[in-house]
Nanobody, 127 residues
């Protein structure tokens, strides 16, 4: 059973940066494709970024391309989301997720592709 714990959320002004971390335990980290999703008030949860198990492949939602970077540190079994040039519309609860283990290099962008979820961390961007 994989457990995921997100940290790093907070309040930041527009144009600022935050780095979210997701500490993973309970599995072979390098075999888990992982992703970040977010849910804004009154909206459905949406895809933000994904990374393959090995970390060699990434995918991003169009509105965050060029601003956000997803990365895995297998030694620390931690997933990161570096968020730069933040906008007020980035305000949401951000969730870390893990797919079931696979040797595939695929990245997964659908919420129902993921079996494991963290509790979420709030990111608030003020104008």
């Amino acid at each position: 059973q994989v457990q995921l714990v997100e940290t790093g959320g907070g309040l930041v002004q527009a144009g600022g940066s935050l780095r979210l971390s997701c500490a993973a335990s309970g599995g072979t980290f390098s075999r888990y494709p992982m992703g970040w999703f977010r849910q804004a008030p009154g909206k459905e949860r949406e895809f933000v970024a994904a990374i393959s198990g090995s970390g060699g492949g990434t995918s991003y939602e169009d509105s965050v391309k060029g601003r956000f970077t997803i990365a895995k540190d297998s030694a620390k079994t931690t997933l990161y989301l570096q968020m730069n040039s933040l906008k007020t519309e980035d305000t949401a609860v951000y969730y870390c997720s893990a797919h079931r283990p696979t040797f595939s290099s695929t990245t997964y962008v659908q919420e129902n592709d993921y079996a494991y979820w963290g509790q979420g961390t709030q990111v608030t961007v003020s104008s």
